[in-house]
């Protein structure tokens, strides 16, 4: 059996904006339209960031709620669409945890050290991850560094996160010099304890070597997210044209090494299993 993978792409972040690359999308219908041109390419999930009307980040309902239903009235089930919680400074876990309660996507990704970034939240974050997985929602966990690996096996053992219906996303690069990661930057990573999980994997990474950090992951059996926001740099070195351009080269590169890419639904129906 060939392995298998899901492309998740990320088109724009909290941070960037069209100064860095004048394709990245900002206004609700650039979104829109770049996650179907990914989806066309060969994503299966896309790791959407609303704006407000000034461009910034935000995770206030009003501009999250039009974007997903908007967006899903025009993908239907043919994209996973997953709602980011990141905090970028400006929110506090509360703020975080409303968003999901309002919209209830079918997916969502969380970062650990923001959403229980204390033992003293150990409680109320129970409450709310066990309601999100009861709700359906796909929850991502998101991991910068080992030690924050090793934490969220705690957290599940601990019965604070709940064994099922969810998925991770190692991040490299974050906190190396430039943020520039390197397929090295996975070792560390590497707990036997990661290739014991029932439930799937991911990872993404800063910098140009973004594609050569994903290739080896997807060698190792795992999902990949690529996007704007962590790189701009084609496989080849080049500015990419657009992130649809760097979904058809992973695309390209897993056909090669013989990985089956995941539909949505294949990828949902996945994910699904460890109910």
């Known amino acids: 059996m060939p392995h298998q993978a899901a492309i998740i792409v990320a088109p724009n972040g909290a941070r960037k904006t069209q100064q860095d690359h004048p394709a990245l999308p900002v206004t609700r219908q650039e979104s829109i339209l770049e996650v179907m041109a990914c989806r066309d390419a060969g994503a299966a999930m896309v790791h959407l960031h609303a704006r407000n009307a000034k461009g910034r980040h935000s995770l206030d309902i ?10 899903k009235e025009a993908v239907g089930d043919s994209i996973i669409v997953q709602l980011t919680t990141e905090a970028v400074g400006l929110y506090q876990p509360k703020h975080q945890r409303q968003l999901i309660r309002a919209v209830k996507p079918e997916a969502a990704s969380f970062a650990l050290c923001e959403l229980i ?16 997985a009861q709700q359906g929602i796909i929850s991502q966990y998101i991991i910068y560094s080992p030690a924050e690996l090793d934490r969220y096996f705690r957290l599940v053992d601990q019965h604070v996160l709940p064994d099922y219906g969810h998925h991770l ?3 490299l690069g974050r906190y190396t010099k430039g943020q520039i990661a390197t397929p090295h930057d996975l070792t560390p990573f590497l707990n036997c304890r990661l290739f ?26 795992a999902d990949v997210r690529v996007g704007f926001e962590n790189n701009h740099f084609d496989n080849q070195g080049a500015i990419a044209k657009s992130n649809a351009a760097l979904v058809s080269q992973l695309c390209q590169t897993s056909a090669t090494l013989n990985i089956e890419l995941m539909s ?3 990828f949902r129906n996945s994910l699904a299993n460890y109910q």
């Open 117 to 132: 970034p204390n033992d003293e939240s150990l409680s109320e974050s129970a409450d709310f991850f066990h309601w999100v």
């Open 196 to 221: 014991e999980l029932r439930h799937r994997w991911a990872v993404c990474a800063f910098g140009q070597f973004e594609h050569n950090c994903l290739t080896t992951a997807m060698l190792m059996g």
């Open 62 to 71: 009003a501009d999250n709620l039009p974007l997903y239903n908007q967006l």
């Open 169 to 171: 996303l190692l991040v």
């Open 264 to 266: 949505a639904q294949k």
